[in-house]
């Protein structure tokens, strides 16, 4: 089970940015003030903010989605420096221009993930 499941991006999305117009606001106030004149109920709320803070870091970080490769375990590494001394055509595995190859890789990188139900595109 994800996150996801259980709140909606929809409705995570918009916490996301109160908690950073919050953020904005509290950094100008104590800019305002001045660092020798900010009020207690400010240093309070910065410090509650920065504990939530730390929540919804890790909630990014735990829905962050990495995808590997299925053949990258058995590619071969090639260090920057030792492709100056190969030759293009021994980078490329095909005798096909090398645009081709572009092409390949880009819908390699497609997400073919299903939406979600209900999902409705708002172009």
Do not use: Q
């Amino acid at each position: 089970m994800t996150l996801n499941d259980i709140i909606p991006a929809k409705y995570r999305k918009p916490v996301y940015v109160a908690y950073a117009l919050v953020g904005v606001a509290l950094g100008a106030i104590a800019t305002a003030y001045g660092p020798d004149n900010v009020p207690e109920w400010h240093a309070v709320t910065t410090n509650v903010v920065l504990y939530i803070g730390g929540a919804f870091g890790l909630t990014a970080a735990a829905n962050t989605i990495v995808s590997r490769s299925t053949d990258s375990d058995h590619a071969e590494e090639i260090e920057p420096d030792d492709t100056d001394d190969i030759p293009l055509d021994e980078l490329t595995d095909a005798d096909e221009p090398i645009e081709e190859d572009y092409e390949a890789l880009a819908a390699a990188e497609v997400d073919n993930t299903p939406p979600a139900a209900g999902y409705l595109p708002r172009h």
